[in-house]
């Protein structure tokens, strides 16, 4: 079991920064990845980054390539997403998942834990 706890959302203006936290208790380590989703208002959920907890390995959708950087510290079982040049279509509830699932792994069913989701809003 796999306890996932994120923070850091708010209300940003169009080109600013956040920092999303997700906090990461219970059974993580190798074979794990852990990935931010998100999901906007009348959307499916979708998929943001994703990080291996062994290798640190990361891979990202293209919608945030080059806008964000996934990090996980395995000391501190915390996962990361730092999102710059946010645009008002970033405005979403984003969240933390956690599954023993490939690095690769985009799809909202292949991840068994997920947290609550913290807001993220962008004005323009």
């Known amino acids: 079991q796999v306890q996932l706890v994120e923070s850091g959302g708010g209300l940003v203006q169009a080109g600013g920064s956040l920092r999303l936290s997700c906090v990461a208790s219970?059974?993580?380590?190798?074979?794990?990845?852990m990935a931010w989703f998100r999901q906007a208002p009348g959307k499916d959920r979708e998929f943001v980054a994703s990080?291996?907890?062994?290798?640190?390995?990361?891979y990202y959708s293209d919608s945030v390539k080059g806008r964000a950087t996934v990090s996980r510290d395995t000391a501190k079982s915390t996962v990361d997403l730092q999102m710059n040049s946010l645009k008002p279509e970033d405005t979403a509830v984003y969240y933390c998942a956690s599954g023993r699932v490939s690095l690769y792994s985009t799809t909202r069913r292949e991840y068994a834990y997920w947290g609550q989701g913290t807001q993220v809003t962008v004005s323009s």
């Open positions: 990080v291996s907890w062994t290798t640190g390995n990361t």
């Open positions: 219970g059974r993580t380590g190798s074979g794990y990845a």
